[in-house]
């Protein structure tokens, strides 16, 4: 099991920026996937951006330009740059962590607000 500890969130104006971060404990050396996601109450949860143990990365296109996703499987910890921020990515902001054998590991989330 891997357990997930973030941070980062908070309120913050259009057009600022905010990084959260997420660092996993526990059995973290069969994580092979790390990745963001959000959540707007009524709506379901959607990814934000991943990235592989190979480096390989998925950025949303709602997103893509503004945030940048970084991760260090040495260290077990995975950022997510947030740049120009907008209204519409104020949401629940979601770490996530994926295990070989397709287990997967989610933070308790963290608030983004982006309000003037």
């Known amino acids: 099991q891997v357990q997930l500890v973030e941070s980062g969130g908070g309120l913050v104006q259009p057009g600022g920026s905010l990084r959260l971060s997420c660092v996993a404990s526990?059995?973290?050396?069969?994580?092979?996937?790390m990745g963001w996601y959000r959540q707007v109450p009524g709506h379901g949860r959607e990814l934000v951006a991943r990235i592989g143990i190979g480096g390989n990365t998925v950025v949303a296109d709602s997103v893509k330009g503004r945030f940048s996703i970084s991760g260090d499987y040495a260290k077990s910890t995975v950022d997510l740059q947030m740049n120009n921020l907008q209204p519409e990515d104020t949401a629940v902001y979601y770490c996530n962590v994926v295990q070989y054998g397709g287990m997967e590991n989610w933070g308790q989330g963290t608030q983004v607000t982006v309000s003037s």
């Open positions: 526990g059995r973290v050396f069969t994580i092979y996937d």
